[in-house]
């Protein structure tokens, strides 16, 4: 079975790096999402990462900050983030799908962690 573990997240200022881990089992041969969500508003698409790590997909939003990668040896897959900015702020959470990329919305994905908050001051 499928098990997803977010950690990493935290308290940073605007202009700040981060690295959110996402420990697994079992979803070596997945493709990983990350996704986030901020209170009241839907779980909106961040980046994903094909099975093998060669593609990789971005939201306009944070192409050019964000950064998806994974292990596949270690199963952890990771979320780089830089130049954070306040509307950053939100739950992340990343996800396992067996759909191969592009694979952007939340119901392709079987499998969550249970997420982990970063929050980004102004």
């Known amino acids: 079975q499928v098990q997803l573990v977010e950690s990493g997240g935290g308290l940073v200022q605007a202009g700040d790096s981060l690295r959110l881990s996402c420990a697994g089992r079992a979803f070596s041969t997945l493709t990983v999402g990350w996704f986030r969500q901020t209170p009241g508003k839907e779980r909106e698409f961040v980046g994903s990462?094909?099975?093998?790590?060669?593609?990789?997909d971005y939201s306009d939003s944070v192409k050019g900050r964000f950064t998806v990668s994974r292990d596949n040896a270690r199963v952890t897959a990771y979320l780089q983030m830089n130049i954070l900015k306040p509307e950053d702020t939100a739950v992340y959470y990343c996800a396992a799908s067996a759909k191969a990329l592009p694979a952007t919305i939340e119901r392709e994905y079987d499998y969550w962690g249970q997420g982990t908050q970063v929050t980004v001051s102004s």
């Open positions: 990462i094909s099975w093998f790590g060669g593609t990789t």
